[in-house]
């Protein structure tokens, strides 16, 4: 890999807000120190008018090539990431979410560790609310392969939004699978288990936004099942013990049942700022 050339894959669906998209692809095309090459936006279904007037506007006045994917229907977004991967001209490609916000140097940081030969490099977020500027929450994720595997064992090692890989290491895999809102962890830890080689940087590069109930939508019993059936196929796979598992199934169970206010306060205070051997990021 000699030339920074990669593609941005976006999605976007009926319940997005346009003023969110503006400021999610001007943070992540616009104003990065390293733009990406082209920038791919998978429309998910019909969008209101608003939308697509907004879509219509960036992929005419984007400083880089924009290719729109409009999907007829709503297929979800492990249909609308298969279909971007598949527009993609590039063979690594950079994940961003269509109301986060991306800091200037977020890809530049993340090509460095691609350009190494990684096949996927993950970043540290923060949370906000309305407001960009008036973060909380850090979200800090394992550093090392070592610990990143271990990690994966008990929780998601990477913030997906965040992801930057290379399309080769998705397709050794099977792509995106559909497993409820789990689809980024299942692939992750396929992509772990395939001998692949990731990372993450602690460094808070992504701001996400979190909505009204955004943690009352991971619970309740469709969740937890949902969190049952990925152990089960953890197991299968022989990337968690039987004792792990059981575990697992147990505490991460009543995890999904605890009503959402308790499951924000623990999220960030055990997982959110990194488990026990997690590197601490950097002060900002």
Known sequence: MTAPEFSLLLPVYAGDDPSFLRLAFESTVDKQTLRPTEAVIVQDGPVPEALAAELARIERESPVPVRIVRLPQNGGLTTALNAGLDACAYPVVARMDADDVSAPGRFAAQWELMSQGFDLVGTGMVEF????????????????????????????????????????????????????????????????????????????????????????????????????????????????TRGEYLRNVVVKGVYRLMPASLKRVLFRRFVGSGLPGDKAAPSQ
């Open 129 to 240: 609310e309305t407001d960009p500027d008036k973060v909380s929450a850090a979200r800090i994720p394992p550093t090392g392969q070592d610990r990143i595997r271990e990690h994966a064992r008990t929780h998601n090692p990477f913030n997906h939004p965040t992801m930057m890989y290379r399309v080769a290491a998705l397709d050794a895999v099977g792509r995106y699978q559909p497993f409820g809102k789990m689809e980024d962890y299942w692939l992750g830890v396929r992509i772990i288990a395939s001998g692949a080689r990731v990372e993450n940087i602690t460094e808070p590069l992504v701001k996400y936004r979190v909505g009204a109930g955004a943690f009352a939508r991971r619970g309740g019993w469709q969740e937890a099942k949902t969190e049952w059936a990925l152990q089960r196929e953890m197991l299968r796979i022989g990337f968690i």
